[in-house]
C-alpha cells in the first residue's frame, strides 16, 4: 500500500507543478468559484494516477485507496489554500502528498530491509534528516504555491498602487506630511560614494525631511572628513563617533536620541552606497496613514550589474528575496525590516526601546519587536532604490554569513515568542507572524542540512570503492525513481521560479542558484555558531580586491575546494560500480552539490576579473583587502569539521554489518497466499522471492539468496532526497 500511494504522489506532482508554471497568472473571482474549481482539478488529477497505478498491475483496491486518499488529503488542506487558485492548491496538495507518501514509505522499507544494526541506525538517521529536508522543501513550497496561485492579495502595495499614493501625496499642503529623518549610517567607506548617496537624498520630492550622515568608528580621517565638509556646505546634519559601542545599531540608537529634530514623525534608513528615487517618500509616507502600520520596506535593488555576469547572476539570487519571500509573508504581516530603503514610525521605535544592539541584523530583529508589540509591517512592491552588490565573492560570503548569524540570533533570543500559543499582551504575534519567523530562521539550516547528506553521499562512495553496496538503505525500483524525481522537481522550482518573477534568463536563473550553493558552506558554519555564540565578529560587508589569481581563489575558499575534489572523486568512484544500482544513483546525486561547491573559486575569479566602471574597480580592492584574512579563517574551520564529518560516516559504513536473509521488495498489491503439500516438508534452502511490483524491466535492489556458501548482502548507498537551501533570505531555496 505504501508503494501504490508513493506511485500515486510521483505521478501527481510533476503534473500540477507543470500546470502551476505553464497556466496564465490567476484573476480574482469568488471564493465559491475557487472552491469548485480546486475540488474539480483534485478529481481531475486523479484520472492520470489511477491509469499508471492500473498500467503498473496494482491491486484494484490499492488503487482507489491511493485515489481516494490524495483527495481526502486535497480537501482537507482547502481551509488554508482558500486565497489560491486551482493551481496552486493542487500543486501544493500533490507535492506534501508525495513527501508524505515518500517519508512513510522509506521509514518502513529501512525497517523491514535487515540492514543490521548500524545500518538500521543509519538509515533512520538519514530518514529523520528527510524529514527535516522535506518540512523546508514545504516551507519554499508555500511560497511558490502563494507567489503564482495567489488570486486575491489582501495587503499586497502594487507599483500602481504605490504611484497612485504619491499623486496623492502631491496634492496635499506640506502641513499635512509627517516630517520624515533619514538616517546615513558609513563605516570605512569611500567619501565620493557617500557623496553620491546624500546628493540623491538632498533631491528628494518631499517638504519634510531632514538628512543625518553618520560616521561610525571610520579610524582613517581621509575618508570622513570630506563627508563632514560637504556635509557642512550644505547644512547636513553630520556626527563622527569614534570608539562607539554597538556598530551600526548603536550609531542609529545615537542618532535616534540625540540628533532628530523635534517634528519627526517618521525615520528612514538609508545605506550610504545608495541612489534613491525622488518619489520615495511620495511613494511611501502616505502608507502611515493608518496608524496600525508601524513600518514599511520596499525592495533593496542593485545597479551596474547588467553587463557583468558574475552581477547578474548575484543580482537574480538577490531578487528572489524581495519579488517571492517578502509578498508571501507579507500577506500574513510577516514582512522583515530589512535596513536600507524602509521607513519606521518613531513612536513604534521608541515604544520597543530603539534599535538592539545585541543583534549583527538589527533591522530584522527590530521589525519582529515590532510585530510583537501590536504593530503591523507593509511591503511595497517597488524598487526606488539602488546601491552597489558586494564585488567580490569573499565580501559576499562575508555578508551572508552575517544574515545567517542575525537570523539564528534572533530565532535563539526569541524563541519562545515564536513558538504556537495564545497572544497575550506581551507577545501579539499571530500564528502567521510566528510562522513567517521561525521558518524564515530555520530555513538558514538548509545548507547544513544539503552538507550532512553530502557527508551521507560521500560515505555511500566510500562504501562502493571498498567493495561493499547498498549501506543506509537498500534499493528498490520505488527508490531509484522517487529521489531523482523529487532532486528534479526541486530544481526546476527552484529555477523555473526564479525565472518567472525576476524575468531572469534560464542561464541567468542556473548561475543565480549556483550562487546560492557556493556559499553552503559559509552559511552552514554560521547556523552552528549563531546557536552557541552570543557574539560574532561583526564582518561588514563593504563596498569596494585586488586582481585574483586561480590560487588565491582556492585558497579563498579552501573548504568549498576540498569538498568539490572529494565530491569529484566520489562521482569517479560510483561510475567505477556501473554494476550495479548504488554506482549510478549516487553518482547522480552527487553532481549538484558539487558542482555547486565547485562553483565558488569560480565565482571568486569571476568577480575578481569582472570589467567594472574605474569607481567600483576601486571598491573591488579595498574590499579584498578587508575581507580575505577574516574569511580565511572561517574557511579553514570548514575545511576540518567537513573532513571529520566525512571520516565518520566513512567508518560508520565499515562498522555496518548487514543481516542475512531473504528482503522481500516492496509489491504494489497484496502478497499472494503460500500453501504448502502436506506430504512435502519445506526445503531448508533459503531462496528469493519474485519481484511482482511493475512490467518495467529495471533490475530490483539485490536481495541475494542468504546460503551458507553465500557471502552476505552488501550495504547500499545513500538514498538521499535533495538537501533544503536558504532564501534571500532567504536566506537559497530547497531542491527537495
Not at 475557487?34 to 484520472?47: E, I
Not at 538589527?362 to 552597489?388: I, K, N, P, Q
Amino acid at each position: 500500500m505504501y508503494a501504490a500511494v508513493l506511485v500515486a504522489g510521483l505521478v501527481a506532482a510533476p503534473l500540477t507543478t507543470l500546470a502551476l508554471f505553464l497556466s496564465p497568472r490567476p484573476r480574482a473571482g469568488p471564493a465559491v468559484r475557487r472552491l469548485l474549481y480546486a475540488v474539480a482539478a483534485t478529481v481531475a488529477v486523479t484520472a492520470p494516477m489511477i491509469a499508471v497505478l492500473h498500467l503498473l498491475g496494482t491491486d484494484p483496491a490499492w488503487t482507489r485507496n491511493s485515489a481516494g486518499l490524495f483527495v481526502l488529503w486535497s480537501l482537507l488542506w482547502l481551509p488554508a489554500t482558500r486565497r489560491w487558485a486551482a493551481r496552486g492548491h493542487v500543486a501544493w496538495a500533490a507535492n506534501t502528498f508525495l513527501y508524505a507518501g515518500y517519508l512513510m514509505f522509506v521509514t518502513r522499507w529501512t525497517l523491514d530491509s535487515g540492514l543490521g544494526r548500524w545500518g538500521t541506525a543509519g538509515g533512520l538517521l538519514l530518514c529523520l534528516f528527510e524529514l527535516v529536508a522535506t518540512l523546508m522543501a514545504a516551507a519554499y513550497l508555500w511560497e511558490l504555491c502563494d507567489a503564482l496561485g495567489t488570486e486575491q492579495w489582501r495587503r499586497r502595495i502594487t507599483v500602481d498602487r504605490s504611484l497612485e499614493l504619491a499623486r496623492l501625496s502631491a496634492g496635499r499642503p506640506a502641513a499635512d506630511l509627517p516630517f520624515v529623518s533619514l538616517h546615513v549610517p558609513a563605516h570605512n567607506e569611500p567619501p565620493d560614494m557617500v557623496i553620491e548617496t546624500l546628493e540623491h537624498i538632498r533631491h528628494l520630492d518631499y517638504p519634510n525631511y531632514e538628512l543625518i550622515a553618520i560616521d561610525d568608528n571610520t579610524a582613517d580621517e581621509a575618508l570622513w572628513r570630506p563627508v563632514q565638509a560637504w556635509c557642512g556646505r550644505n547644512r547636513v546634519k553630520f556626527i563622527h563617533l569614534a570608539d562607539w559601542p554597538g556598530y551600526k545599531s548603536g550609531a542609529l540608537n545615537y542618532a535616534f536620541g540625540e540628533l532628530i529634530d523635534p517634528r519627526t514623525e517618521l525615520i528612514g534608513v538609508v545605506d550610504s552606497d545608495y541612489h534613491i528615487d525622488r518619489e520615495f517618500l511620495r511613494r511611501c509616507v502616505p502608507l502611515f496613514d493608518d496608524p496600525a502600520i508601524g513600518f514599511i520596506q520596499a525592495p533593496q535593488d542593485y545597479r551596474s550589474w547588467h553587463t557583468v555576469p558574475y552581477l547578474r547572476r548575484l543580482y537574480y539570487s538577490y531578487r528572489y528575496f524581495f519579488a517571492v519571500s517578502q509578498p508571501s509573508r507579507n500577506e500574513r504581516d510577516g514582512a522583515i525590516f530589512a535596513g536600507t530603503m524602509g521607513l519606521i514610525r518613531l513612536a513604534a521605535l521608541r515604544e520597543v526601546g530603539g534599535w538592539d544592539e545585541w543583534c549583527i541584523t538589527e533591522d530584522a530583529e527590530l521589525s519582529l519587536r515590532l510585530l510583537r508589540a501590536g504593530w503591523s509591517g507593509l511591503h511595497v512592491d517597488a524598487s526606488m532604490g539602488r546601491g552597489v552588490m558586494p564585488l567580490t565573492f569573499e565580501a559576499l560570503k562575508s555578508q551572508r554569513y552575517r544574515w545567517c548569524f542575525g537570523g539564528i540570533q534572533i530565532m535563539r533570543m526569541h524563541i519562545r515568542s515564536l513558538l504556537p500559543g495564545p497572544r497575550t499582551a506581551h507577545n501579539r504575534l499571530t500564528p502567521g507572524q510566528r510562522w513567517a519567523y521561525l521558518s524564515g530562521a530555520l530555513q538558514w539550516y538548509g545548507d547544513l542540512l544539503g552538507l550532512v547528506f553530502f557527508g551521507f553521499l560521500l560515505a555511500g562512495a566510500v562504501n562502493l570503492a571498498l567493495g561493499g553496496d547498498q549501506l543506509f538503505r537498500r534499493l528498490t525500483v520505488f527508490v531509484v525513481a522517487t529521489v531523482p524525481v523529487l532532486i528534479l522537481l526541486g530544481l526546476l522550482r527552484a529555477v523555473a521560479l526564479l525565472r518567472h518573477e525576476t524575468g531572469a534568463t534560464w542561464r541567468d536563473a542556473i548561475g543565480a542558484f549556483l550562487v546560492w550553493q557556493s556559499t553552503a558552506v559559509v552559511v552552514a558554519r554560521a547556523s552552528v555558531q549563531g546557536l552557541f555564540a552570543r557574539r560574532a565578529e561583526f564582518l561588514r560587508t563593504p563596498k569596494t580586491g585586488e586582481y585574483e589569481t586561480f590560487g588565491k581563489a582556492l585558497r579563498a575558499n579552501a573548504a568549498e575546494t576540498t569538498l568539490a575534489g572529494l565530491g569529484l572523486a566520489a562521482i569517479v568512484a560510483s561510475l567505477s560500480r556501473w554494476d550495479t544500482l548504488s554506482g549510478p544513483l549516487l553518482a547522480g546525486l552527487l553532481v549538484v552539490p558539487t558542482l555547486g561547491l565547485a562553483a565558488a573559486p569560480y565565482h571568486s575569479i569571476a568577480a575578481q576579473r569582472a570589467m567594472l566602471p574605474p569607481e567600483l574597480a576601486a571598491r573591488r580592492r579595498s574590499e579584498w583587502q578587508r575581507d580575505r584574512r577574516a574569511m580565511l579563517a572561517g574557511t579553514t574551520a570548514g575545511v576540518v569539521i567537513a573532513g571529520l564529518g566525512a571520516a565518520v560516516l566513512a567508518v560508520l559504513s565499515l562498522l555496518s554489518a548487514p543481516g542475512t536473509g531473504v528482503v522481500e521488495p516492496p509489491r504494489l498489491h497484496p502478497a499472494p497466499a503460500i500453501s504448502r503439500s502436506p506430504e512435502a516438508p519445506p526445503s531448508p534452502s533459503v531462496t528469493s522471492p519474485e519481484p511482482d511490483i511493475s512490467p518495467s524491466s529495471s533490475p530490483e535492489a539485490p536481495s541475494p539468496t542468504a546460503s551458507p556458501s553465500s557471502p552476505p548482502p552488501s550495504s547500499p548507498p545513500p538514498s538521499s532526497p535533495p538537501p533544503g537551501s536558504p532564501s534571500p533570505g532567504s536566506p537559497a531555496p530547497s531542491v527537495s
